[in-house]
């Protein structure tokens, strides 16, 4: 099972938005909504964002939002804040994994 | 309030094999998957497998099938990971993550990490 394909690095001005892609295939991504999304600062464990593609666990900021469409799931940052500065994880469920986790996406609070 | 707290640091030798233990707390420990997710340093998450504490079933990836074991001991709560034959690209820091499956699978308490060197 291949990892899915996120961008190696995002960037964005506080205040500005920002999406994160993770595109995979109709055996994961484009078949199922068991998309979430995972984010880790330098030496802690990863942290749970999004969920079932577009829910929020109580406690994370209404300034993510998760999206899916086909083979590719969204993660959107709007009014960016130094503490997002982070690394970002997708994870979806897949039908021979059963699970996979996106490549990462490194952001950056310019 | 949900814990997950996993053993310390393991330093181990080529060959070896080294058990990663994760204790639950403030939950119903057989309601919920517990996944197991490495990262190598610098690198991206990997998802190993995960154990179904109430029957003891497990699932693992395909690369890590025959040199992983998941148990568990539902009587104090406490899920296990062993890697046998390590070898130096084994080094990493192995995660617990705990997933209430069904209609709404996530993962969304997650252990602490222990670290594992591989070295002779």
């Known amino acids: 099972q291949s990892a899915l394909t996120q961008p190696a690095s995002v960037s964005g001005s506080p205040g500005q938005s920002i999406t994160i892609s993770c595109t995979g295939t109709s055996s994961d991504v484009g078949g199922y909504n068991y998309v979430s999304w995972y984010q880790q600062h330098p030496g802690k464990a990863p942290k749970l964002m999004i969920y079932?593609?577009?829910n929020r666990p109580s406690g994370v900021s209404n300034r993510f939002s998760g999206s899916k469409s086909g083979n590719t799931a969204s993660l959107t940052i709007s009014g960016l804040q130094a503490e997002d500065e982070a690394d970002y994880y997708c994870s979806s469920y897949t039908s021979s994994g059963p699970y996979v986790f996106g490549t990462g996406t490194k952001v950056t609070v310019l | 309030q949900v814990q997950l707290v996993q053993s310390g640091a393991e330093v181990k030798e080529p060959g070896a094999s080294v058990k990663v233990s994760c204790t639950a707390t403030g939950y119903t420990f057989s309601d919920y998957y517990i996944h197991w997710v490495r990262q190598a340093p610098g690198q991206g998450l990997e998802w190993m497998g995960w154990?179904?504490?109430?029957?003891?079933?497990?699932k693992f990836a395909q690369k890590f099938q025959g040199w992983v074991t998941m148990t568990r001991d539902t009587s104090i709560g406490t899920a296990y990971m062993e890697l046998s034959r390590l070898r130096s690209d084994d080094m990493a820091v192995y995660y617990c993550a705990r997933d209430p499956g069904g209609s709404s699978p996530k993962f969304d308490f997650w252990g602490q990490g222990t670290l594992v060197t591989v070295s002779s």
């Open positions: 079932v593609v577009s």
């Open positions: 154990i179904r504490p109430n029957s003891g079933d497990t």
